[in-house]
Each structure stands twice: as structure tokens, then as C-alpha cells.
Nanobody, 123 residues
């Protein structure tokens, strides 16, 4: 089992930045990839970015390219999503996810999920 806890969400004005963190615990040695997803009210869950732990590959949705770099601190089992140039359309609950054998944008293939952290961007 892998447990994930997100932090770093909050309120920000448009144009500002926030950094989300995802703390992993449990069987962290089994984690193959870590991903970030978001869900706005009334919308379906949306892929944001993914990170392959072994090779360091990254994969981004168009909304996140060049704005939301994803990274990981291997020593402390932390994942990060640096959110820059925020827009009101980025308002959503952001979720961290982990998979033991999948790397990509299909949320249904991630086995472990955090509880989510709210990000609100005002214009």
C-alpha cells in the first residue's frame, strides 16, 4: 500500500504561483510513476502531469506545459507540482496519484490517490 497526502493548495490571484506537494509513505519503493490530476466543480477529473520515477520522464497535459513543472524529491519521497502564471480556470481540487506499473494520463490506471487539495485562483 502507498499513502499519499497533498499540501500547498490555497488562494492566489491570477498570475501568481503555488507549489503543491505530495508526500508518499508506505511501499514507496513500488511506485513507478506519480501523477497530478484536477477536478473543477461540475467537470470530470482532468490529467495535469505525470512523472516516471525510474527514468525521470515527464508528461504534461496541454494546460500544464511550460506552466506547471512536475518534479520529485527522491530522498524524502515527495512529489511537487509548481504552478506558475495561474489563471482562474486553474481553480480545482488537485489530486496526487501513484501507480506501480503505469505512466501516463489515464487516471483509472493509478492505484493510489491522495485526498486532494483545493486551489482557488481569483481574477
Amino acid at each position: 500500500q502507498v499513502q499519499l497526502v497533498e499540501s500547498g493548495g490555497g488562494w492566489m490571484q491570477a498570475g501568481g504561483s503555488l507549489r503543491l506537494s505530495c508526500a508518499a509513505s508506505g511501499r514507496t519503493d513500488s511506485v513507478y510513476s506519480m501523477g497530478w490530476f484536477r477536478q473543477a466543480p461540475g467537470n470530470e477529473r482532468e490529467f495535469v502531469a505525470s512523472f516516471m520515477c525510474s527514468l525521470g520522464y515527464t508528461f504534461y497535459a496541454n494546460v500544464a506545459k511550460c506552466r506547471f513543472p512536475i518534479s520529485r524529491d527522491y530522498g524524502d519521497y515527495l512529489g511537487y507540482l509548481q504552478m506558475n502564471t495561474l489563471e482562474p480556470e486553474d481553480t480545482a481540487v488537485y489530486y496526487c496519484a501513484a501507480s506501480i506499473n503505469y505512466y501516463g494520463d489515464d487516471g483509472s490506471k493509478y492505484e493510489y490517490w491522495g485526498q486532494g487539495t483545493q486551489v482557488t485562483v481569483s481574477s
